[in-house]
């Protein structure tokens, strides 16, 4: 075995030395790197202009799960797939001209959870781990602490001003983020009435699907998975007729579709289940749109079924069309929640590849709006503990090898590795050999350095990126919860109103003049 492993070190590291990506001839002048910055600085220098405008239409893209790390990989992936060597790609978000940080922990949490977090971010308040859209004075599966402790979110001011609404997910839509824009649950888990214990049941708390469709009436476009939370007990899945575990969940009896359905047939409402169908819609007659693509989360993008299935991007296609017919503008949540699940799994590339097709959507609002009146956002829930390293030479694949052995178990071992996860594994109580492995296969697990079924979220800021009107004022170091003020100031809608003009248009000035900042420092000197 050891001269087995010798002969495949000694002739991968042959193939690098042959086969490495030279340095590009323009990347030996400084002259390109100066003219570079110097361009990077002019553009940097425009961006004094600040963009003080209404916000018409407010979109968030949510990462579950993308870490700094996991945007760094996305680029590079995203360069190699277009046969570059892909670190200096740049991603659509990358893009953005203004950068902060999120803080991204529960008020019970170091290391926080998606339920705790998207509270933060979509209702402007920090909460408890495991809760969506209720404060920190409620206890986790305490049905009783439920009751005056609901905050509501950006979505619901949204709505209340006459803008529509939109949620798109990879995954259910009654999922830990999409739920904390329209529900009050003191458990993530309460998906349907069937994962809810009888007392909660009977204390009047309401599972996630159910107030999905009667806490905020009429969520213009509604898009991702969870099919089977919407029917009744054992009814048979429209897509998996003969596969029990996608059968239908409710124990109430109640068709959640169909109620759905009933109401929005004379308001241009239309159920979609498949990608055949959700391309088929014209925009201009469809007001409202559920559309519920699995029975529970969508497939990841590298297995997912092109011919059936949407991509996110087309999902966030058909969604904005519909919404921007709505003069009062719009406000549209979409999560690229798949990325946290591949990492959980540790397969980064199933990750990296649904992180990549979030940056394509990103690209695709960009298209169907303009910085001008539509304040855009990208940023992630919390991190992961996923990371790459090993001085790769540039150019090596992404989920490839490191260009040495360990020096002290003298394996070979990959760039991306896990400080924990399921991907720990011994081989006659030594770590595994990943030459013996397809370590570039889409459901390989990656090396972790703890034993854990599941991997865990990394407790580190994350990125905030932010383009249109007010993308200024996410700047610095920024608690999760500040995300949806600023959305909302930005925007007019929520309790920052009192600097928008009645008309709608102008607003009045409330940043002070460089002048009036240099009179008020004399002063006080």
């Known amino acids: 075995m050891k001269a087995a492993t010798l002969l495949f070190i000694g002739s991968w590291l042959i193939f ?13 002048d400084p002259k390109f790197w100066n003219t570079f910055a110097q361009r990077t600085l002019k553009n940097a220098l425009m961006l004094q202009t600040l963009n003080q405008n209404r916000a018409n239409n407010l979109i968030l893209f949510l990462g579950d799960g993308m870490g700094v790390p996991t945007v760094t990989a996305a680029r590079i992936l995203k360069g190699q797939l277009s046969g570059r060597s892909g670190e200096e790609t740049q991603l659509e978000m990358d893009r953005f ?15 926080p959870d998606s ?62 983020t999409p739920s904390a824009a329209y529900a009050h649950s003191v ?79 004379d308001k241009k409402g239309e159920y979609v289940w498949n990608k055949s169908q959700l391309l088929s819609l014209n925009p201009k007659s469809v007001n409202y749109l559920l559309g519920l693509f699995e029975p529970g989360d969508l497939e990841y993008e590298l297995d997912r079924n092109t011919e059936t299935d949407p991509s996110l991007t087309e999902m966030v296609d058909v969604a904005i069309q519909i919404l921007r017919k709505n003069p009062n503008g719009f406000y549209l949540l979409v999560e690229g929640g798949r990325i946290d699940h591949g990492h959980h799994d540790g397969k980064a590339k199933l990750a990296l590849h649904d992180a990549v097709e979030m940056d394509r959507a990103i690209g695709r609002a960009d298209l169907l709006t303009s910085a001008h009146d539509t304040l855009t956002i990208v940023t992630a829930d919390h991190s992961h503990v996923f990371t790459f390293g090993g001085y790769t030479v540039r150019g090596n694949t992404i989920f490839g090898l490191a260009p040495m052995l360990s020096d002290v178990d003298h394996k ?20 595994e050999n990943v030459s013996t492995v397809d370590y570039q296969a889409p459901h390989y697990q990656a090396q972790a350095a703890v034993p854990l079924v599941s991997e865990t979220h990394g407790g580190e800021d994350v990125a905030i990126f932010a383009k249109g009107p007010l993308a ?54």
């Open 16 to 28: 690098i030395s042959e086969g490495k990506p030279q340095v590009p001839e323009q990347e030996k």
């Open 97 to 111: 001209p203004f950068v902060s940080l999120s803080k991204t922990y529960n008020t019970d949490a170091q290391v």
């Open 472 to 525: 200024h004022l996410l700047h610095g170091v920024h608690e999760q919860n500040y995300i949806p003020h600023v959305m909302a100031y930005a925007g007019c809608i929520g309790q920052n109103r009192d600097h928008c003009s009645n008309g709608g248009g102008a607003r009045r000035p409330f940043i002070p003049s460089i002048t009036l900042l240099l009179a008020v420092s004399t002063l006080l000197c």
């Open 115 to 176: 339920a705790g977090t998207a509270t933060a971010f979509l209702c402007g308040v920090k909460a408890n781990e495991g809760t969506v859209g209720v404060s920190a004075s409620a206890v986790r599966s305490q049905c009783n602490t439920t009751r005056g402790n609901e905050v509501t979110s950006i979505l619901k001011w949204a709505k209340d001003a006459g803008k529509s609404v939109g949620i798109v997910t990879t995954t259910r839509v009654n999922h830990a």
């Open 412 to 431: 070979p071992f990959t760039s991306i590795a896990y400080g924990n996860g399921p991907g720990y594994k011994l081989v006659n109580g030594v770590r």
């Open 187 to 265: 458990d993530r888990d309460w998906y349907s009435d069937n994962e809810m214990p009888a007392e909660a049941l009977e204390a009047g708390c309401k599972d996630i699907a159910r107030q999905l469709f009667e806490n905020i009436p009429n969520i213009d476009v509604i898009m991702g998975g969870g099919r089977k939370y919407m029917f009744p007990k054992n009814t048979s899945d429209v897509e998996y007729p003969d596969i029990s575990k996608h059968s239908g969940t409710r124990k109430d009896g109640r068709n959640l579709v169909q109620e759905w359905i009933d109401k929005m047939k």
